[in-house]
C-alpha cells in the first residue's frame, strides 16, 4: 500500500496570511501514459463530508476559490493557500488514486492564529 | 444535481450486522467505481471497499470477509453489508464516487455505525 503522510498536523495561521502544508507519499504517483499525479487534496468542516479541491495535484476543482493552489510531483505535494479566509478553518486531507488501497494522508488541521 | 444519500446507519451491538445503503441522483452508479470510506470519531479517513464499473472489488484488510459491497443497477444505490462487527468499526460511513480522474469528486452526507453494548 501506498503510505501518504502530511505535515504539519496541525497548523495555525493568521487572517491574510499563506497556509502550506505538505504531503509525501511513499512511492511516485506520477502516471508517465498521460504525465498526471493521481494526487487529490481535500478539505472537511466540522460535521461534514469531505469536500474535493483539489485532483491531478494541481487542478481545481469547479467552483473552488483560486486562493487554493496545488503543486508538486512524483511523491511530494503541496497545497497552499494563498490569503487565509475565515471559513477555510478545517482539516486538509491529501489523498493518493494511483493505485488502491486510495490512502488518504492522517489530515492537517488549520486554524486560525 | 450529482448527489448521493446513505441511509442505515444505526447502534448495534459487537457481532451484530448491519446494511447501509447509498441512493444516487445524477448520474448511475454500474457506469462509476463506486467506494465506501469511514471516518472513526475524531479521527481521519479510512478507504473500506470499492466496486468498479466492471464489477471487480476491492476491500480494506481490517473489513475483508466481514464487509460485502453491491450494487443494485435497477434502484441505483450502492450497499454495504457489515457482518460480526466490532467497536473499532464504530464510524460515520460515506459513500463516495471515485472518478478515477477526479479522485472522489462526489461524497454523502454519511451515515452513523455506532458498535456498542
Known amino acids: 500500500d501506498i503510505v501518504m503522510t502530511q505535515s504539519p498536523d496541525s497548523l495555525a495561521v493568521s487572517l491574510g496570511e499563506r497556509a502550506t502544508i505538505n504531503c509525501k507519499s511513499s512511492?511516485?504517483?506520477?502516471?508517465?501514459?498521460?504525465?498526471?499525479?493521481?494526487l487529490g487534496w481535500y478539505q472537511q468542516k466540522p460535521g461534514q463530508p469531505p469536500k474535493l479541491l483539489i485532483y491531478?495535484?494541481?487542478t481545481r476543482e469547479s467552483g473552488v476559490p483560486d486562493r487554493f493552489s496545488g503543486s508538486g510531483s512524483g511523491t511530494d505535494f503541496t497545497l497552499t493557500i494563498s490569503s487565509l479566509q475565515a471559513e477555510d478553518v478545517a482539516v486538509y486531507y491529501c489523498?493518493?488514486?494511483?493505485?488502491?488501497?486510495?490512502?488518504f494522508g492522517q489530515g492537517t488541521k488549520l486554524e486560525i492564529k | 444535481e450529482v448527489q448521493l444519500e446513505e441511509t442505515g446507519g444505526d447502534l448495534i451491538q459487537p457481532g451484530g450486522s448491519l446494511r447501509l445503503s447509498c441512493a444516487a441522483s445524477?448520474?448511475?452508479?454500474?457506469?462509476?467505481?463506486m467506494s465506501w470510506v469511514r471516518q472513526a470519531p475524531g479521527k481521519g479517513l479510512e478507504w473500506v471497499s470499492t466496486?468498479?464499473?466492471?464489477?471487480?472489488?476491492e476491500y480494506a484488510d481490517s473489513v475483508k470477509g466481514r464487509f460485502t459491497i453491491s450494487r443494485d443497477d435497477s434502484n441505483n444505490t450502492l450497499s454495504l453489508q457489515m457482518n460480526s462487527l466490532r467497536a473499532e468499526d464504530t464510524a460515520v460511513y460515506y459513500c463516495?464516487?471515485?472518478?478515477?480522474?477526479?479522485?472522489?469528486?462526489?461524497w454523502g452526507q454519511g451515515t452513523m455505525v455506532t458498535v456498542s453494548s
Open positions: 466496486i468498479y464499473s466492471g464489477g471487480r472489488i
Open positions: 512511492q511516485s504517483v506520477f502516471y508517465y501514459s498521460n504525465n498526471k499525479n493521481y
Open positions: 445524477g448520474f448511475t452508479v454500474s457506469n462509476n467505481y
Open positions: 463516495a464516487r471515485d472518478s478515477s480522474a477526479r479522485a472522489f469528486d462526489v
Open positions: 489523498q493518493q488514486y494511483y493505485s488502491t488501497p486510495r490512502t
Open positions: 491531478w495535484a494541481s
